[in-house]
């Protein structure tokens, strides 16, 4: 089964569909991206979601650049793409460094001569106390990483796609950014991940008038890091029992899933959303359609009017 395949829908043992009792959306397939001849960055690409991210798009046939501070990180990215003879290459960066997110552009242009894609998800948690015991500078640290990061890159990615009137760009929402944290302290990295989704909601407003332009938000869900899950093993074997936190954690090919339908063809009237793993619309054509005709996944509020 591809990746955006359906179930078989249900027969008799002679062959014919078996009626449901309550009627369902009649899924077609989504067309699977093909993104030969696109360049894409991905930032934070050498880890987790942003791994998998990188390669689900290098296996789609795009050009990948990855990049974020850790080199050991993206060397391992780099070397499970060219295992499978994909395209990936890496530049090591602070993307909190205005001249660093400058240089890993012109490192693509000069490898790709175009960006097409800008996939952000460079961020991390952090300042996780009481907010009194907080460092001020880790807290700002925690903004930095997954907002201003996002600002940076956006800027630049945009600074060539506005005169091509052409590309596509993701940005990664979290934990927090609509409802509170419960048993955790997160001001920063919730707070950091509201401005993100904010700031997609604006920036797609601003350039509204380049059609050719996307700009969407991806929401990941819980997705344990591979040193979350070596932690988690550990308390299980004190525990006794399988950990709670399992039941929530997706795999970072969920979020994967998730960016290639925002870059296909089947997501092309989708602009300004923001799309959470855990719902499954938009795997529908029909709802995918009458979606795009409503204000439905933007920060929008409401108001009680009769009241």
């Known amino acids: 089964m591809s990746e955006f395949d359906y179930p078989p829908e249900p027969v008799s043992e002679n062959g014919e569909l078996v009626a449901e009792a309550t009627p369902k959306p009649e899924p077609a397939k989504i067309e699977i991206p093909s993104l030969q001849g696109k360049s894409a960055i991905v930032t934070g690409g050498g880890w987790n979601i942003g791994r998998a991210i990188s390669l689900a798009l290098a296996r789609a046939g795009a050009k ?76 700002l640290d925690v903004v930095l990483r997954n907002f201003y990061t996002t600002y940076l890159c956006c800027r630049e990615a945009l600074s060539e796609m506005l005169g091509r009137e052409q ?44 059609p050719g332009i996307r700009i969407n938000c991806i929401e990941p869900g819980l997705t344990l890091s591979p040193k979350d899950l070596a932690r988690i093993a550990e308390e299980e074997k004190q525990m006794g029992h399988p950990h709670p936190t399992r039941e929530l954690n997706h795999s970072p090919e969920d979020g994967a899933r998730l960016a290639l339908f ?46």
């Open 64 to 139: 990948v650049m990855i990049t974020s501070r850790n080199k050991v990180n993206l060397e391992e990215t780099c070397s499970l793409a060219h295992k499978e003879d994909l395209d990936v290459r890496m530049v090591q960066a602070d993307l909190t460094d205005p001249e660093d997110v400058g240089r890993v552009f012109r490192c693509a242009r000069d490898a790709f001569g175009q960006v097409d894609i800008l996939v952000n998800m460079a961020g991390g948690f952090g300042a996780g106390q009481p907010l009194p015991e907080t460092d001020p500078r880790d807290w």
């Open 167 to 210: 590309g596509d760009i993701l940005t990664c929402a979290g934990g927090g950014a609509f409802f509170p944290l419960l048993g955790t302290y997160a001001t920063a990295y919730a707070s950091a991940k509201a401005a993100v989704c904010r700031f997609t909601d604006q920036l797609y407003a601003e350039v509204l008038g380049t």
């Open 262 to 307: 925002l870059l296909s063809p089947a997501a092309k009237a989708l602009n300004g959303r923001i799309l959470s793993v855990d719902e499954d619309w938009w795997r529908y054509p029909a709802k995918v359609a009458y979606i795009a005709q409503t204000d439905l996944y933007r920060l929008r509020r409401t108001f009680d009017t009769e009241g």
